[in-house]
């Protein structure tokens, strides 16, 4: 019997338009490229992205049910805005989630110096964006901080709720520290500190030092 060529066995993937043109427009939502409050339309996005309207449509479709945008008939798509309840509820919920992955690691000494180890990994990369100018870069360092943090509960639940506050906290991130060397650094010593309270396991004052960096980082954002 021939031998199928498993190089060839199966068609190449591909990347539809519609998830072209979704992947496209949140991540200039998230990266504050489209701020909250601005129209944008499908024939805009389908004329920068080189195709049909359909695939746009779809895309705004999902990003609607998403909560990203609203759609008005003709008009076009709007963007919704972050509201200061939204941001006070993911500020609560970040606080608790990785405070209890932080008290689950206090468990093992070994292991929580491992994951300070993994934490300053990410500053260093966080760092090098920074000097770079690469606010995405940035901002993905950010996120993967903190993901850190909470992956490293092995609470799986936890993990996952987290996941969908990661695209909120993005976007968070990326509004408060657009062109703010300032408050960049404070967030890189932030970082510092509380990676050096999980190596030390002071659960209580990684709590204090994390609420206190979640909101001098966002404070013009929350009331």
């Given amino acids: 019997m021939q031998q199928l060529d498993e190089t060839s066995a199966a068609p190449p993937e591909t990347t539809s338009a519609a998830e072209i043109a979704y992947a496209d427009v949140k991540t200039r939502i998230l990266d504050g490229d489209i701020v909250g409050g601005e ?3 499908e024939g805009a996005v389908a004329d920068a992205l080189g195709m049909s309207r359909t695939p746009v449509r779809e895309a705004f479709l999902r990003l609607q049910a998403e909560g990203w945008m609203r759609l008005y008939p003709k008009r076009g798509a709007l963007v919704v805005e972050v509201r ?5 509820d993911v500020v609560d919920a970040r606080v608790l989630i990785e ?3 932080v008290r689950r690691l206090t468990r093992d000494a070994q292991r929580a110096a491992q994951v300070a180890a993994e934490l300053a ?3 260093e990369r966080q760092r090098a964006a920074y000097v770079a100018g690469d606010l995405v ?7 993967a901080f903190h993901a850190t943090i909470v ?3 092995g609470n799986a639940l936890l993990s996952t709720f987290f996941a969908t506050l990661r695209d909120r906290q993005r976007r968070m991130v990326a509004r408060s520290l657009w062109r703010r060397d300032d408050r960049t650094e404070q967030v890189l010593h932030d970082h510092e500190l509380l990676a050096r309270l999980v190596a030390e396991s002071e659960p209580d004052a990684f709590e204090m030092a994390l609420a206190r960096h979640i909101r001098n980082t966002h404070r013009e954002l929350l009331p």
């Fill in 121 to 123: 990994q990410v500053i």
């Fill in 137 to 143: 870069g940035l901002a993905d360092a950010d996120t």
């Fill in 151 to 153: 992956d490293a509960g």
């Fill in 39 to 41: 129209m944008v339309s």
């Fill in 84 to 88: 200061p309840h939204e941001l006070e």
């Fill in 99 to 101: 405070t209890d992955s």
